[in-house]
């Protein structure tokens, strides 16, 4: 069953489908607005109008009562649109219009252009202003994606500017020749759609209104349409709610993954006791291969960027009820997916630059001391000493000491043994992860440390450092100390520094006490008996 | 080197036959009055036009710049008929046109013949 209207066209009365109707009286009211301008439209849309019915006439037969969509639809094919006849016959009318009521701006503007696009139709938008051929515009991006601020750039643009969407924005974009036609057709064209638009907002409104001014409606509906609106009230405002807090979250987000990321601030995170500052970029320069940090940084910025950004995008959308663009979840996704696969790639050749390990064991030469008691400290560089270790970062695992100021210091872990002879030894074990064992061993040799020795006193370096060209592959340095049966060991008050925490039985407190190795290893010397002794 | 656009063709043929359409209606009419249909089936044929709609804004142009007139002549089928007929200017501004357009088209044809031969 369908509703069915009666038209009086020309005198002539049809039954006109309820969807063939709306068609036709749009399609009249475009013709209407076309000729508005002309003169005798009156005249003109009177004729098409006779033509139309006739037209009809020819449809209608004895079985077929009632005008049908499909009719309308054929009859405005024969008829055809108002743009399909405005070039040829309208030129001298329009021109003049266009001439009085217009004086558009064709200077150039930027825009995107969505119809010759990679992605989001930046680089060919930024070509056709400058009239170049799209192709250098890319390779550039590429480059400079490859820098690592590429991508950050054309996403930043892709929001930035605008989409050519209508006639007249492409010919800006392209600063089109100015000529009338060119104009003219824009114009028409900009008019049409906004007029139909405005058109049809008026038809349904009114249709709307007729609709609700019926009169049989019972109580019920009244009162359900009532609950329904109200609902949708609710609905709209925790809509828009959402989309406000996706919004701040997505921005916040946003920004500190920038921050941390280029580093315009330190990264806090939770330390051992307090918050510290945390410096990203100096750890991806650390800890990745050193081939192309920027393409790994990009493809990060992807992976976590685009997310966020389409969190904003989302809440932005629904704060402001706009309609989904088309393809811009699809290019979000296929850019995250890149991202990905670049991370993947880089993951990959990360986990081979640390996939084999190498330890250098090497003895190193030292005095026999004359006394039987050795003293071990730390030599004091004035400068690990005094920097604030509040502001530091320490992996304990890998004995680092990250500092907000970009610098880090591996920390060597000494190791006291009982020595098989009656003498003092001190072997030295450097430990690095590479692409392969020779990488690998090659930078255990490439490590840098001092042990000074005067007679019975041993100064230990606080931290051994990595020769400049190499980068930290996790390299570690134990250090074992031989001590003979019977011979006695000084820590310095500030030892704990390189032989706390790793071994169990030495903690904190041991600095600044003398031991003695026994057959059972380690034992404290008390105070008493040490004055004792040196008495 | 043939380099066509195809957007600039279409818009020079259109306005080929916006040139010619309106001695070919005025033609037409001078013949026999006519109503819209009479003048839309013969253009049709001759295949210039493409849609009707661009028929009334001439028909009615020509009818303001007094070439023709019309009369309404009631219809057995459908609503009465706008019947036009040449008037004394449009008669002689048929013939001035259509002068025109011999001149015009043997002058036309010598062009593309030589162009032609050249081929």
Redesign the interface.
Same mark, same amino acid.
């Given at each position: 069953m369908k509703k069915t209207f009666n038209i009086n @066209?020309? !005198? @002539?009365i049809f039954h006109i489908d309820e969807d063939a109707y709306e068609k036709l009286n749009a399609y009249l009211k475009r013709?209407k607005q076309h000729?508005t301008r002309? %003169?005798?439209s009156e %005249? @003109?849309i009177k %004729? @098409?109008e *006779? &033509?139309i019915?006739?037209l009809l $006439?020819e449809k209608i037969t004895d079985k077929k009562q009632v005008v049908s969509l499909n009719d309308i639809d054929e009859v405005i094919?024969?008829? !055809?649109?108002?743009f399909?006849?405005s070039?040829?016959?309208? =030129?001298t009318e329009s021109q003049k219009y266009s001439r009085q009521t217009y004086k558009p701006n064709y200077g150039k503007r930027l825009y995107r252009d969505t119809e010759d696009r990679i992605l989001g139709g930046v680089c060919s938008g930024i070509a056709a202003y400058f009239n170049i051929d799209s192709l250098w515009v890319r390779l550039a991006f590429v480059v400079a994606a490859f820098s690592g601020f590429g991508f950050l750039i054309y996403i930043v643009l892709w929001i930035a500017i605008p989409e050519a969407r209508t006639t007249r924005e492409r010919l800006e974009m392209r600063g089109e020749e100015i000529n009338i *036609?060119n104009i003219e057709k824009s114009i028409r064209d900009e008019f049409d759609h906004i007029k139909t638009k405005i058109n049809d907002l008026t038809d349904q409104a009114k249709q709307t209104y007729k609709k609700k001014s019926g009169v049989h409606r019972s109580f019920f509906e009244e009162i359900l349409n009532a609950f329904i609106s109200i609902f949708k009230g609710i609905l709209k405002v925790i809509v828009v709610l959402i989309g406000i807090i996706l919004v701040i979250i997505g921005f916040s987000l946003i920004i500190t993954f920038f921050a941390a990321f280029f580093g315009w601030g330190g990264f806090v995170i939770f330390g051992h006791h307090d918050l510290l500052a945390f410096d990203f970029p100096f750890f991806f320069d650390l800890m990745l291969p050193g081939d192309n940090p920027g393409l790994f940084k990009a493809s990060i910025m992807m992976v976590l960027g685009i997310p966020l950004l389409m969190l904003l995008y989302g809440g932005i959308r629904l704060i402001f009820g706009v309609k989904r663009t088309r393809f811009v979840g699809m290019t979000a996704f296929n850019v995250w997916l890149i991202g990905l696969i670049i991370l993947v790639y880089f993951s990959f050749t990360t986990y081979k630059s640390y996939r084999s390990d190498a330890t250098v064991e090497t003895n190193i030469e030292i005095t026999q001391p004359i006394s039987d008691i050795v003293y071990l400290s730390i030599y004091n560089d004035g400068y690990f000493d005094t920097f604030d270790h509040d502001e530091s970062f320490e992996i304990d695992d890998w004995n680092m000491i990250i500092t907000n100021e970009g610098n880090y210091y591996l920390l060597p872990t000494l190791e006291i043994k009982k020595s098989d002879s009656e003498k003092f030894e001190l072997i030295e074990y450097s430990y690095a992860r590479g692409s392969s064992r020779i990488d690998a061993k090659d930078r255990a040799e490439n490590t840098e440390y001092d042990i000074a020795q005067t007679d019975s006193s041993f100064i230990f370096d606080p931290y051994f450092e990595i020769s400049d060209n190499l980068q930290w592959r996790g390299q570690e340095l134990n250090l074992v100390l031989k001590i003979p049966v019977g011979k006695k060991i000084h820590f310095a008050n500030d030892f704990h520094t390189i032989i706390n925490n790793y071994y169990y039985d030495f903690y904190y407190g041991n600095s600044g006490k003398t031991f003695i190795m026994t057959d059972m290893g380690l034992k404290e010397v008390e105070e008493k008996e040490l004055s004792e002794i040196q008495q | 080197m043939y380099y066509v656009c195809s957007m600039n063709l279409d =818009?020079t043929k259109? $306005?080929m036959? =916006?040139g010619v #359409?309106e001695l070919c209606i005025l033609s037409i009419i001078s013949e026999k009055d006519a109503y819209? *249909?009479d003048i839309i089936n013969k253009l049709k044929d001759s295949k210039l036009i493409?849609?009707? !709609?661009?028929l009334?804004?001439? #028909?009615? &142009?020509l009818?303001?710049d007094g070439l023709t007139t019309y009369r309404w002549e009631e219809s057995k089928?459908?609503?009465?008929?706008?019947y036009h007929k040449i008037t004394e200017i449009g008669m002689s501004t048929l013939k001035d046109l259509s002068d025109n357009w011999h001149e015009m088209t043997k002058s036309i044809n010598a062009i593309l013949k030589k162009h032609k031969t050249m081929q």
């Open positions: @066209i020309s !005198g @002539i013709l000729f002309t %003169d005798g %005249d @003109i %004729d @098409i *006779s &033509r019915a006739e $006439q094919s024969v008829m !055809g649109e108002p399909e006849f070039e040829e016959n309208e =030129k *036609s | =818009k259109a $306005q036959r =916006k #359409l819209a *249909s493409v849609v009707e !709609g661009t009334y804004p001439l #028909l009615t &142009r009818k303001n089928e459908g609503p009465p008929r706008k």
